[in-house]
Structure formats: structure tokens, C-alpha cells
């Protein structure tokens, strides 16, 4: 199995999908959802739980305690406060590609009254078109709010720094995933670039290991990590990503666009800013309003923020008739 990876492709796919049903069972064990088995883990549980193996040139088991260490101060303080407040997320759902004026408007004015504050645009089709979009969404949601882009992996390194420096008027706070996401020097020689505009890199969706997000940070190729609870090999190496990106001092903006993403990473996000960053500058976590009609405990955001789940568990059980109805290949969504 090993030298199907190492660590990356299917594998790891598969590995997550393993490991984080065995961290399901121990929260449901335990009668906690899993960020409050986390938080109330030791530091030195939760240090035990992490592969060093490929990082200690970045981040060691010592260096990892004593970040847990110091973030103790505070802690209950900020579990009470995210059990009353939640954690800032960010909207993907207004400005995908292909969506008429009209609708962007729609929308735009639907999240804004919701209190959405923080906005992500996809682009990369069509330079002028981009152009379009994001001054109209600019301009629906004000200058005080937070624009974002993201490109899904669209241009070559060139390209990239010269078509985000285009939009760079309407003042992004990040380009996600502007090249492809295995190119640490490439996103490197991006981050560079766009530095003098204000723009920072954010990627990680596609980043299939603890080892490449430690080049990543290493290189000073992102200024923004945003973790997957599914492409990483399950809440473990997670953990090792975000006391990392918190060593390098760079926010995680975890991803969350894909089906129950949001359900899980929900608790990833709670444990990093209650016992690892304790800081919320720029720190944001995706959301994307469809497809939570397919789980048990679907995500609840109230005021654009994530609401800390009370059910036991990691929130990825799914309806029993979704699962039947997906099922390979007996389900009726494959004949």
C-alpha cells in the first residue's frame, strides 16, 4: 500500500475516510462532538496523536507542546466564546461562474441581510468578465466588507500574477488556488509578486500531505492554509498542519466546498482557534449553503457564523436514505 502513495492519492483518500470514522466512534464514546474531545484533551494526548515523521525540520514534538502549552491560557475563555458567538465564515455560495447579474445582485443582497460580511468570487474564465463581476459584487457589498477570489488552479504562474494584478483594484483579500496546487515554488513566485498589491495566496485544498504544506509554509508560498478534513489523512495530520501553519504565523482558512466539508471541519476550526492560535484576524472558514439535507447534524451558522455542534460525534453521519439512494451501484442514483 505504501508505494501506491506514499501518503497522497487514493490511498490517503481512503486513509481519512478510515481514520475519521475511528475518531467519530471515540467523540460518540466519549458523548462529545469531536472539537470538545480535542479541546479537552491534554496537550501531550494531542501531541501524541501526530506523525513528526517528515516534519521535525519545521515543526517538532517539543515545539508542537509548548505552542499547546501557551495556548492553555484563555482556553475556557474562548470555548465560552465561541459557544455564544461561533466561528466567522465566508460565503461562497453568491458569485459562482456562469451565474447572470441579476442573480449575483439577488444573492448578494440575501447574504448581506443575513449578515454575511465576507465573500469569495470564482474567476479565471475571462479577464474582462472578471473584471465585471467582481466591481459588481464590490460594489453590492461595499468596501468595508471582504472580497476574495479563487481561480480552481486556472493559470500558469505568468499568467496568474498578471491577471490578479488586473483585478487588484477591486482590493482581494486572497487569490486561492492560482496555479496548480502541487507547484510550492510556483505559488512562491505568485505570493512574491501580489505581496506589494496586498494580495495574499491562499491554497491547500488539494495539498495531499503535512509534508507538502510544510514546503508550502516553508517557502513562504501561502498566506493563507486551508486544510481539508478529507484530503489529509484524517483529524491527525490535520492537527500537525494547523500547529505548524501557527509556528510559521500564517491563518487557516479551512476549505469547505465539497459534500459534508462543512460538517467536519467545523470542528477542526474550533479546536485551532480555542487550543492552538487563539486569534481570529483573518481567519474565516468556508461555506457553502447546499447538500447539508444529507446529513444528520447538519451545520448550523447563525449571523454568518459557525455554531459549535453539540451532537456527539465528528457530524458526518449521514441520512440513512441519502445513503441508500448514493449507494454504488445498487443506489437509484446509478441506474
Same mark, same amino acid.
Given at each position: *500500500?505504501?508505494?501506491?502513495?506514499?501518503?497522497?492519492?487514493?490511498?490517503?483518500?481512503?486513509?481519512?475516510?478510515?481514520?475519521?470514522?475511528?475518531?467519530?466512534?471515540?467523540?460518540?464514546?466519549?458523548?462529545? /462532538?469531536?472539537?470538545?474531545?480535542?479541546?479537552?484533551?491534554? /496537550?501531550?494526548? @494531542?501531541?501524541?496523536? @501526530?506523525?513528526?515523521?517528515?516534519? #521535525?525540520? =519545521?515543526?517538532?514534538?517539543?515545539? =508542537?507542546?509548548?505552542?499547546?502549552?501557551?495556548?492553555?491560557?484563555?482556553?475556557?475563555?474562548?470555548?465560552?466564546?465561541?459557544?455564544? &458567538?461561533?466561528?466567522?465564515?465566508? #460565503?461562497?455560495?453568491?458569485?459562482?461562474?456562469?451565474?447572470?447579474?441579476?442573480?449575483?445582485?439577488?444573492?448578494?443582497?440575501d447574504a448581506l441581510q443575513c449578515g454575511w460580511t465576507k465573500f469569495k468570487v470564482k474567476v479565471g474564465a475571462d479577464l474582462e468578465d472578471d473584471k465585471r463581476r467582481c466591481r459588481?459584487?464590490?460594489?453590492?457589498?461595499?468596501?468595508?466588507? #471582504?472580497?476574495?477570489?479563487?481561480?480552481?488552479?486556472?493559470?500558469?504562474?505568468?499568467?496568474?500574477?498578471?491577471?490578479?494584478?488586473?483585478?487588484?483594484?477591486?482590493?482581494?483579500?486572497?487569490?486561492?488556488?492560482?496555479?496548480?496546487?502541487?507547484?510550492?515554488?510556483?505559488?512562491?513566485?505568485?505570493?512574491?509578486?501580489?505581496?506589494?498589491?496586498?494580495?495574499?495566496?491562499?491554497?491547500? &485544498?488539494?495539498?495531499?500531505?503535512?509534508?507538502?504544506?510544510?514546503?508550502?509554509?516553508?517557502?513562504?508560498?501561502?498566506?493563507?492554509?486551508? @486544510?481539508?478534513?478529507?484530503?489529509?489523512?484524517?483529524?491527525?495530520?490535520?492537527? =500537525?498542519?494547523?500547529? *505548524?501553519?501557527?509556528?510559521?504565523?500564517? /491563518?487557516?482558512?479551512?476549505?469547505?466546498?465539497?459534500?459534508?466539508?462543512?460538517?467536519?471541519?467545523?470542528?477542526?476550526?474550533?479546536?485551532?482557534?480555542?487550543?492552538?492560535?487563539?486569534?481570529?484576524?483573518?481567519?474565516?472558514?468556508?461555506?457553502?449553503?447546499?447538500?447539508?439535507?444529507?446529513?444528520?447534524?447538519?451545520?448550523?451558522?447563525?449571523?454568518?457564523?459557525?455554531?459549535?455542534?453539540?451532537?456527539?460525534?465528528?457530524?458526518?453521519?449521514?441520512?440513512?436514505?441519502?445513503?441508500?439512494?448514493?449507494?454504488?451501484?445498487?443506489? &437509484?442514483?446509478?441506474?
Open positions: *500500500m505504501r508505494w501506491l502513495g506514499p501518503e497522497k492519492g487514493v490511498i490517503h483518500l481512503a486513509t481519512a475516510a478510515v481514520l475519521n470514522a475511528v475518531w467519530d466512534l471515540w467523540a460518540r464514546a466519549e458523548g462529545k /462532538p469531536l472539537w470538545k474531545l480535542l479541546v479537552d484533551m491534554d /496537550p501531550k494526548q @494531542i501531541v501524541s496523536c @501526530i506523525d513528526f515523521r517528515y516534519i #521535525t525540520d =519545521a515543526l517538532t514534538e517539543d515545539e =508542537a507542546l509548548d505552542i499547546l502549552m501557551k495556548a492553555q491560557k484563555g482556553k475556557r475563555q474562548r470555548e465560552e466564546q465561541m459557544l455564544k &458567538e461561533g466561528y466567522p465564515a465566508y #460565503t461562497m455560495s453568491c458569485a459562482w461562474l456562469g451565474y447572470p447579474d441579476e442573480q449575483l445582485k439577488q444573492l448578494c443582497t459588481l459584487i464590490r460594489t453590492m457589498i461595499g468596501p468595508k466588507n #471582504t472580497l476574495m477570489i479563487d481561480a480552481n488552479q486556472r493559470w500558469d504562474v505568468s499568467e496568474a500574477i498578471s491577471w490578479v494584478s488586473r483585478l487588484a483594484e477591486f482590493r482581494p483579500l486572497w487569490i486561492e488556488e492560482p496555479t496548480s496546487p502541487d507547484d510550492i515554488l510556483g505559488h512562491a513566485a505568485i505570493s512574491k509578486a501580489l505581496a506589494p498589491l496586498g494580495i495574499g495566496v491562499a491554497t491547500g &485544498e488539494q495539498c495531499h500531505s503535512r509534508v507538502m504544506f510544510k514546503q508550502f509554509l516553508q517557502a513562504s508560498a501561502l498566506q493563507f492554509v486551508q @486544510i481539508d478534513s478529507c484530503r489529509l489523512g484524517s483529524v491527525n495530520e490535520n492537527l =500537525a498542519v494547523m500547529l *505548524m501553519a501557527h509556528k510559521f504565523k500564517v /491563518p487557516v482558512c479551512p476549505h469547505a466546498g465539497g459534500v459534508g466539508l462543512c460538517e467536519l471541519v467545523q470542528h477542526l476550526i474550533l479546536f485551532d482557534y480555542i487550543c492552538v492560535s487563539a486569534d481570529l484576524n483573518n481567519r474565516m472558514c468556508e461555506y457553502v449553503d447546499h447538500l447539508h439535507e444529507h446529513f444528520t447534524c447538519p451545520v448550523v451558522i447563525e449571523n454568518a457564523h459557525y455554531m459549535p455542534p453539540k451532537s456527539p460525534g465528528y457530524s458526518c453521519e449521514m441520512v440513512e436514505s441519502s445513503v441508500l439512494k448514493h449507494q454504488y451501484p445498487d443506489g &437509484e442514483v446509478w441506474k
